[in-house]
């Protein structure tokens, strides 16, 4: 339940999505779109929904949050594991506009830090444009460090703690190189 009462549901991305990541796909403002992909993008390609809906979930997992309502996907939240260093990933988090604000996006992020940690991932990256005020205080409250700037985008850094020994993942949360301007 978010924190206006709606109530999602969220679980592994599968490749039988790629019809409902179309949808929120359409669903999204220019804005949004262009936010997520850090350049102008009217449409995803066969490829590129195949590409976020056929991950791994160990070096690319994806979270999608689903309307219990209607059954539409409403947010995704998906890492990309640094090919250099397997102890990082790269983050991306798309919430559809009339979906934002209710705090999913919080959710999404930290059920894929759970996951990550339990891939061995201890740091996560996001590459944001510079205005994106969403997104950058949606990081903020992940206590998330700005590392660096460049025209345009800033990026952010978010150390992940641990697991702890004693505490088991829940089901839901149990579930790669994406740039916060990829395909939700």
């Not at 703690?161 to 505490?167: A, D, F, I, L, V």
């Amino acid at each position: 339940m978010l924190r206006d009462g709606s109530k999602v549901l969220i679980r592994p991305v599968q490749p039988a999505d790629a019809p409902l990541l179309a949808d929120g796909f359409a669903r999204l403002s220019d804005r949004s779109r262009r936010m997520r992909f850090l350049a102008r993008k009217d449409q995803l390609s066969a490829a590129e929904l195949r590409y976020l809906t056929d991950v791994d979930h160990h070096d690319h997992e994806a979270l999608g949050a689903l309307d219990q309502a209607g059954g539409r996907g409403v947010g995704v939240a998906r890492y990309v594991r640094d090919t250099e260093d397997p102890h990082a990933a790269e983050i991306a988090v798309t919430i559809v506009d009339d979906w934002q604000g209710r705090g999913l996006g919080t959710e999404l992020l930290t059920r894929l830090s759970a996951r990550a940690r339990a891939e061995g991932i201890r740091r996560f990256t996001a590459l944001v444009a510079e205005d994106n005020a969403a997104m950058a205080g949606l990081l903020r409250n992940m206590s998330a460090s700005l590392v660096g700037r460049s025209p345009g985008t800033v990026e952010y850094e978010i150390t992940l703690m641990p697991p702890e020994k004693s505490t088991a993942t829940p089901p839901a949360a149990v579930l790669g190189r994406d740039r916060v301007g990829t395909p939700c």
